[in-house]
């Protein structure tokens, strides 16, 4: 069974600085790993996904995340965090090809950003 | 382009009620999927539906079930109501079945008194 773990459940970073999320899954096969964050009081947005290819990934928002199948890892970085980036990021794993758009989602990183 | 409308988005029920809940899709989109958000158990997969039929099914009890319209727009439905169910329930769509690109509406909260 595929799992997600997100081993971060907060996160205090000032604002300007750099910001690293971390992800490690479970997963039998090639995954298709997702980033999306969450705002308070909203839905989730998605930021990036990994299919195949490039394992340097760039998403909306300035964001970037790296593949790395040797240490089963798709971390989410951004060099330089905005007031606005404060939310709840999940990362989500998906057998795209055989389940549809079932995903299986970490416990979530809470960032908070300090001005 | 409207994105995926959730209604109501609060509402409250007591213990062994019935709640539905309603999601219309961006247009264009005829996969629908739900989850359901809890503190303690994070988000789960309820149910995938394409072109009005169940593509996939989570692990939750029968009580928990859904349905597509021809227009893509979805029901779930909650029978026999439990205090656990209360949960911020979100609807996704996607343009295609085998996308995991999801678009997320704000989500309907639940609260069972």
């Known amino acids: 069974a595929q799992s997600v773990t997100q081993p971060d459940i907060h996160i205090t970073v000032s604002e300007g600085a750099s910001l690293e999320l971390r992800c490690n899954y479970s997963y039998g096969a090639t995954p298709y790993l997702f980033w999306y964050v969450q705002s308070p009081g909203q839905g989730l947005q998605l930021l990036l996904k990994?299919?195949?290819?490039?394992?340097l990934v760039q998403g909306i928002k300035g964001f970037e995340a790296e593949f790395k199948r040797s240490q089963s890892s798709f971390n989410l970085r951004k060099p330089s965090v905005h007031w606005s980036d404060a939310a709840e990021y999940f990362c989500?794993?998906?057998?795209?090809?055989?389940?549809?758009?079932?995903?299986?989602f970490g416990g979530g990183t809470r960032v908070l950003v300090k001005p | 382009k409207a994105g995926v409308t959730q209604t109501p988005r609060y509402l409250i029920k007591t213990r062994g009620q019935q709640v539905t809940l309603s999601c219309s899709p961006i247009?264009?989109?005829?996969?629908v999927s739900w989850y359901q958000q809890t503190p303690g158990q994070g988000l789960q997969f309820l149910f995938e539906y394409f072109s009005e039929t169940q593509r996939n099914k989570g692990n939750f009890p029968g009580r928990f079930s859904g349905r597509q319209f021809s227009n893509s727009r979805s029901e779930m439905n909650v029978s026999t109501l439990e205090l656990g169910d209360s949960a911020l329930y979100l609807c996704?769509?996607?343009?295609?079945?085998?996308?995991?690109?999801?678009?997320f509406g704000e989500g309907s909260r639940l609260t069972v008194l």
């Open positions: 247009s264009g989109h005829r996969s």
């Open positions: 996704a769509s996607s343009i295609g079945q085998n996308t995991g690109e999801l678009f």
């Open positions: 990994y299919f195949s290819g490039d394992t």
């Open positions: 989500a794993v998906g057998a795209v090809r055989t389940a549809g758009n079932k995903l299986t």
